[in-house]
Each structure stands twice: as C-alpha cells, then as structure tokens.
C-alpha cells in the first residue's frame, strides 16, 4: 500500500510563497504521474498542477498558471509544488495524488496540507 507524505503547508501573506513537497512512503515506487488538488471550504476539489515521471511533462490549472511551478526529483522519489504570488483565493487544503503506471486514475492520495493566505 503507498502512502504519499505531504509536507510544506502553512500561513503566509499575500504575494509570499511555500513550497510544498510529496513523497511516497515506503521506498522508491515507479508512479506515471503524480498531481497536486486542493479544496477550499465549502468547494469540491479541484485540479491544480500534475507532472509526469518520465520527460516532467507538466499541466496546469489556468488559475495558478505563472504563480505555480510543479517539478520533481527522480533521485528523492520527491514531487514539489513551489508556490508564487499567493493570493487569499489560493487559500486551500492541498493533497499529493499519484497514478501508477497502467492505471487511468490517481490511486493514492496524501492527508492534506493546508495552506492559508492572508490579505
């Protein structure tokens, strides 16, 4: 079973940054793609920014495109979400999520981090 460990979340203001981190737990594991949702309260979960393992292919939300940058070390088996220009809407639980190889969705999900920003 692959636990995914998410760290790096917290409270900043507005026009900081953070940088988040995910990693799976339990030694290296080969994963196709890994991604990063949030959900603010009182909204779904939405998609944020995903990258794949094999090239760094990378996708983006259109509301953190230019703010946010997701990249990867295959050395540290570690997947990061660095955060730019944080604006208060930005304001969310954050959650890891990885598909496997040959699977079509995300498998596996972290706890959540939160992160919050002040106007």
């Known amino acids: 079973q692959v636990q995914l460990v998410e760290s790096g979340g917290g409270l900043v203001q507005a026009g900081n940054s953070l940088r988040l981190s995910c990693a799976p737990s339990g030694g290296t594991y080969n994963w196709y793609l890994m991604g990063w949702f949030r959900q603010a309260p009182g909204k779904e979960r939405e998609f944020v920014a995903s990258i794949t393992r094999s090239g760094g292919i990378t996708s983006y939300a259109d509301s953190v495109r230019g703010r946010f940058s997701i990249s990867r070390d295959n050395a540290k088996n570690t997947v990061y979400l660095q955060m730019n220009s944080l604006k208060p809407e930005d304001t969310a639980v954050y959650y890891c999520?990885?598909?496997?190889?040959?699977?079509?969705?995300?498998?596996?999900w972290g706890q959540g981090t939160q992160v919050t920003v002040s106007s």
């Open positions: 999520a990885l598909r496997p190889i040959l699977s079509s969705s995300y498998n596996y």
